[in-house]
């Protein structure tokens, strides 16, 4: 076996450093371009990165961290695991990420408790799993051809098998997949490779007798594979915990752990193995503070055979360069570190041999007790809603963004440039809003929204206007496919100078009779979808924006607004991964909310909105933001949250539209996933809406797609009012 060199990184961005793979994807998507193109593109950036990685001194190149899509659709394609009902589409990787006119696409859900999306995989009875091994080959060849060796890396199949769809039935499939992971591993002895990555994020929950046992049966039989490359078995996002002494009882090479998120406990089970300690963060922007990497280096080699430098987890979750940020302050820029930033330290920090002060524990600052707040109870509510906005039943209303046109995004970059003056993009932005009401008013929509055109992202937007916060120019960071945020950067004590919402939804609600609703985004995902300062609790710090919120809502109400809508997309993505942490977390951040909305009148009604998070495990905890309406990702889904919410107590918009795909569904889709709502829950209680926010799909697809959910919902309230509703 050949020794892991003394540094590398997990994972690296693969966006571009200007979203080069974004316009790339979405130029194929449209037609403008071919797949050589794209694949020029693809290349184009794997070689960028490998160089870089070289430059900045980097000891051990990974590949295969690449991706058109997302990874664990990778994996699936690996493995030959692509359903029968995509293998006739004219691009089948596609078709599962995006969907087709006529065809669905598999769901979509967070990766572990980050804010990127992966492509949840169909496992069943029926899968054949066949290797496809062409991806991470071509890529091992193309590094070569540039003069680099590089360690393949792909997801572990435990790992995979649990983020499937069924999780349970998957793992009987283990054998099986086993047999196709022994099979690459010959593929890539033969080419010559000294390690290969496999990542098993799962392992570092709570896991259950069997799926330990799944751990120990796939890396004895991977490890006893005669004719393979040295495993190195990565873990992120938290501690080993349990599976920690059974990955370490076999005879795999080297185990990855996780030292920012995880404590080093449980390391004599190490004895002998080479340990890849990633002691600098994958997840956050703060420089790593060279003592503590060198204290943990330093425990863990008390352990272990051989001590390898490394990232916590990939760097896919941070932007690519610091430099790129002139913009910001430098006593700010001083405290940060974005991925080339990153790799650098991880270089340094190998270079230096582990040595170092002992750390100063600085003392943890205690938290401030927060009351829970509440409003009068729901019942009380409902009814002075009802007589005040006389909505009819089944109201139809979205989640919040309509398209954001290319005018409009050329328009604020213009703003900011100095080219535009304010007046004349104030009146672009008023022309857009009332083009949105007439649009829903058209359509017959029964709650209307003014579509956000004046705010580039739902998090970002408020960070611009409130104190504490700093935003970027080329901070991206990937979210799924194409789709990519700008993650401000919470450094201080966050407050709101003035109101920042309030003028739109006027000027909204000036143009039409009907309800208009105040959208505002909630302070567990302002939270969620920012770096956060590291010197406070995060408690403290997501009470601070509900205050700011809490202003907000009642400027909305003071405006008019009858119905505001805070969203919390991110509720689900921050409870921690072991049960342990879970009850507390969930406690707080239901206070936060309730702090943030419970300033609001009995007549005003207050929405959320959760998506693509598995909603359904926190059900209780999402009842308890004491919402009067909450909307929720389900037609992506396939509805599966209607099974858990016949106790839900309030209104529910279980969605009808996917709008991550861009495919439009017909009507019957509609009416179809309707009368499944309608089969658990009490008509007076449904709201009809699509999924998510419409800001990434064009005005046609909206369009057609919303005159289709009205259509479907006019006749259902007919069946509902002649007594005929199934």
Same mark, same amino acid.
């Given at each position: 076996?050949?020794?892991?060199?003394?540094? @590398?990184?997990?994972?690296?961005?693969?966006?571009?450093?200007?979203?080069?793979?974004?316009?790339?994807?979405?130029?194929?998507?449209?037609?403008?371009?071919?797949?050589?193109?794209? =694949?020029?593109?693809?290349?184009?950036?794997?070689?960028?990165?490998?160089?870089?990685?070289? *430059?900045?001194?980097?000891?051990?190149?990974?590949?295969?961290?690449?991706?058109?899509?997302?990874?664990?659709?990778?994996?699936?394609?690996?493995?030959?695991?692509?359903?029968?009902?995509?293998?006739?589409?004219?691009?089948?990787?596609?078709?599962?990420?995006?969907?087709?006119?006529?065809?669905?696409?598999?769901?979509?859900?967070?990766?572990?408790?980050?804010?990127?999306?992966?492509?949840?995989?169909?496992?069943? /009875?029926?899968?054949?799993?066949?290797?496809?091994?062409?991806?991470?080959?071509?890529?091992?060849?193309?590094?070569?051809?540039?003069?680099?060796? @590089?360690?393949?890396?792909?997801?572990?199949?435990? @790992?995979?098998?649990?983020?499937?769809?069924?999780?349970?039935?998957?793992?009987?499939?283990?054998?099986?997949?086993?047999?196709?992971?022994?099979?690459?591993?010959?593929?890539?002895?033969?080419?010559?490779?000294?390690?290969?990555?496999?990542?098993?994020?799962? #392992?570092?929950? =709570?896991?259950?007798?069997?799926? #330990?046992?799944?751990?120990? @049966?796939?890396?004895?039989?991977?490890?006893?594979?005669?004719?393979?490359?040295?495993?190195?078995?990565?873990?992120?996002?938290?501690?080993?915990?349990?599976?920690?002494?059974?990955?370490?009882?076999?005879?795999?090479?080297?185990?990855?752990?996780?030292?920012?998120?995880?404590?080093?406990?449980?390391?004599?089970?190490?004895?002998?193995?080479?340990?890849?300690?990633?002691?600098?963060?994958?997840?956050?922007?703060?420089?790593?503070?060279?003592?503590?990497?060198?204290?943990?280096?330093?425990?863990?080699?008390?352990?272990?055979?051989?001590? +390898?430098?490394?990232?916590?987890?990939?760097?896919?979750?941070?932007?690519?360069?610091?430099?790129?940020?002139?913009?910001?302050?430098?006593?700010?820029?001083?405290?940060?570190?974005?991925?080339?930033?990153?790799?650098?330290?991880?270089?340094?920090?190998?270079?230096?041999?582990?040595?170092?002060?002992?750390? +100063?524990?600085?003392?943890?600052?205690?938290?401030?007790?927060?009351?829970?707040?509440?409003?009068?109870?729901?019942?009380?509510?409902?009814?002075?809603?009802?007589?005040?906005?006389?909505?009819?039943?089944?109201?139809?209303?979205?989640?919040?963004?309509?398209?954001?046109?290319?005018?409009?995004?050329?328009?604020?970059?213009?703003?900011?440039?100095?080219?535009?003056?304010?007046?004349?993009?104030?009146?672009?932005?008023?022309?857009?809003?009332?083009?949105?009401?007439?649009?829903? *008013?058209?359509?017959?929509?029964?709650?209307?929204?003014?579509?956000?055109?004046?705010?580039?992202?739902?998090?970002?937007?408020?960070?611009?206007?409130?104190?504490?916060?700093?935003?970027?120019?080329?901070?991206?960071?990937?979210?799924?496919?194409?789709?990519?945020?700008?993650?401000?950067?919470?450094?201080?004590?966050?407050?709101?100078?003035?109101?920042?919402?309030?003028?739109?939804?006027?000027?909204?609600?000036?143009?039409?009779?009907?309800?208009?609703?105040?959208?505002?985004?909630?302070?567990?995902?302002?939270?969620?979808?920012?770096?956060?300062?590291? =010197?406070?609790?995060?408690?403290?710090?997501?009470?601070?924006?509900?205050?700011?919120?809490?202003?907000?809502?009642?400027?909305?109400?003071?405006?008019?607004?009858?119905?505001?809508?805070? =969203?919390?997309?991110?509720?689900?993505?921050?409870?921690?991964?072991?049960?342990?942490?879970?009850?507390?977390?969930?406690?707080?951040?239901?206070?936060?909310?309730?702090?943030?909305?419970?300033?609001?009148?009995?007549?005003?009604?207050?929405?959320?909105?959760?998506?693509?998070?598995?909603?359904?495990?926190?059900?209780?905890?999402?009842?308890?933001?004491?919402?009067?309406?909450?909307?929720?990702?389900?037609?992506?889904?396939?509805?599966?949250?209607?099974?858990? +919410?016949?106790?839900?107590?309030?209104?529910?918009? /279980?969605?009808?539209?996917?709008?991550?795909?861009?495919?439009? /569904?017909?009507?019957?889709?509609?009416?179809?996933?309707?009368?499944?709502?309608?089969?658990?829950?009490?008509?007076?209680?449904?709201?009809?809406? /699509?999924?998510?926010?419409?800001?990434?799909?064009?005005?046609?697809?909206?369009?057609?797609?919303?005159?289709?959910?009205?259509?479907?919902?006019?006749?259902?309230?007919?069946?509902?009012?002649?007594?005929?509703?199934?």
């Amino acid at each position: 076996m050949s020794r892991f060199p003394q540094s @590398t990184v997990l994972g690296y961005p693969r966006i571009g450093p200007r979203r080069e793979l974004k316009r790339a994807l979405e130029s194929y998507w449209d037609g403008r371009t071919g797949r050589a193109e794209l =694949d020029r593109v693809g290349a184009a950036l794997r070689a960028d990165t490998w160089r870089r990685l070289d *430059e900045l001194g980097l000891a051990a190149l990974p590949s295969n961290t690449f991706s058109l899509y997302d990874q664990v659709l990778d994996t699936a394609v690996l493995l030959g695991a692509v359903p029968e009902r995509y293998r006739d589409a004219a691009d089948p990787y596609f078709a599962m990420a995006r969907g087709t006119e006529g065809l669905a696409p598999l769901r979509m859900t967070k990766w572990f408790d980050t804010n990127y999306h992966y492509i949840v995989p169909e496992v069943g /009875p029926e899968t054949v799993f066949k290797l496809d091994a062409a991806k991470p080959l071509a890529e091992l060849r193309q590094a070569r051809e540039l003069g680099f060796e @590089t360690r393949p890396v792909v997801i572990g199949p435990v @790992t995979f098998l649990l983020l499937s769809a069924d999780p349970a039935a998957a793992l009987d499939r283990l054998d099986d997949v086993l047999a196709c992971y022994e099979e690459l591993l010959g593929a890539l002895a033969a080419e010559g490779v000294a390690w290969v990555q496999l990542d098993e994020p799962a #392992l570092v929950a =709570d896991r259950t007798p069997d799926e #330990l046992a799944a751990v120990r @049966t796939a890396y004895e039989r991977l490890a006893g594979v005669a004719a393979r490359p040295a495993l190195f078995v990565a873990s992120y996002f938290g501690h080993l915990g349990e599976a920690l002494p059974v990955l370490a009882a076999t005879a795999v090479e080297a185990i990855g752990v996780d030292l920012v998120n995880g404590a080093p406990d449980g390391l004599a089970a190490l004895a002998g193995k080479t340990v890849v300690a990633g002691v600098v963060s994958g997840r956050e922007v703060w420089r790593t503070a060279p003592e503590r990497a060198a204290h943990a280096l330093r425990t863990v080699a008390q352990h272990a055979g051989q001590v +390898v430098v490394s990232t916590s987890c990939s760097l896919l979750h941070v932007p690519y360069d610091l430099r790129d940020e002139p913009d910001l302050d430098p006593e700010l820029t001083a405290r940060l570190a974005f991925a080339e930033q990153k790799v650098a330290e991880v270089v340094e920090l190998a270079r230096t041999g582990f040595e170092g002060p002992e750390p +100063v524990e600085r003392a943890a600052p205690s938290a401030r007790p927060e009351p829970v707040e509440r409003r009068s109870p729901y019942e009380v509510r409902a009814a002075a809603q009802a007589a005040h906005l006389r909505l009819p039943v089944l109201p139809i209303t979205t989640i919040g963004s309509f398209p954001q046109t290319g005018e409009l995004r050329q328009a604020r970059a213009a703003l900011a440039a100095g080219t535009l003056a304010a007046g004349d993009y104030e009146r672009l932005v008023e022309a857009e809003i009332e083009r949105v009401v007439r649009l829903q *008013e058209r359509l017959g929509l029964d709650v209307l929204v003014h579509g956000e055109p004046e705010r580039n992202d739902m998090v970002q937007y408020f960070a611009e206007h409130l104190d504490g916060f700093a935003v970027t120019r080329n901070g991206w960071v990937q979210s799924y496919g194409s789709r990519c945020t700008k993650p401000p950067i919470l450094h201080g004590d966050v407050a709101r100078p003035e109101p920042i919402t309030v003028r739109w939804a006027r000027h909204a609600r000036s143009l039409t009779g009907k309800p208009v609703k105040g959208m505002l985004t909630g302070p567990v995902t302002i939270v969620a979808w920012s770096f956060v300062r590291d =010197d406070l609790p995060l408690r403290e710090v997501t009470f601070q924006v509900a205050d700011a919120v809490r202003e907000e809502v009642r400027d909305l109400e003071a405006a008019g607004l009858s119905i505001i809508q805070v =969203d919390e997309p991110a509720l689900r993505e921050l409870l921690p991964l072991r049960r342990a942490g879970q009850a507390g977390y969930l406690e707080w951040a239901v206070a936060a909310y309730r702090r943030a909305t419970s300033g609001a009148g009995d007549s005003t009604q207050i929405h959320t909105h959760l998506c693509y998070s598995d909603a359904g495990e926190i059900l209780a905890a999402i009842d308890g933001l004491d919402a009067d309406v909450t909307t929720i990702e389900s037609a992506r889904s396939g509805a599966r949250i209607l099974d858990a +919410v016949g106790s839900f107590g309030r209104g529910l918009g /279980p969605g009808v539209y996917d709008i991550h795909s861009p495919r439009v /569904p017909s009507g019957a889709e509609v009416e179809e996933l309707l009368r499944r709502t309608l089969a658990a829950l009490p008509a007076e209680r449904v709201w009809v809406n /699509p999924d998510c926010g419409l800001k990434t799909r064009t005005y046609e697809q909206v369009e057609a797609a919303l005159a289709n959910v009205a259509a479907a919902t006019g006749r259902l309230r007919a069946e509902l009012t002649s007594g005929n509703a199934r």
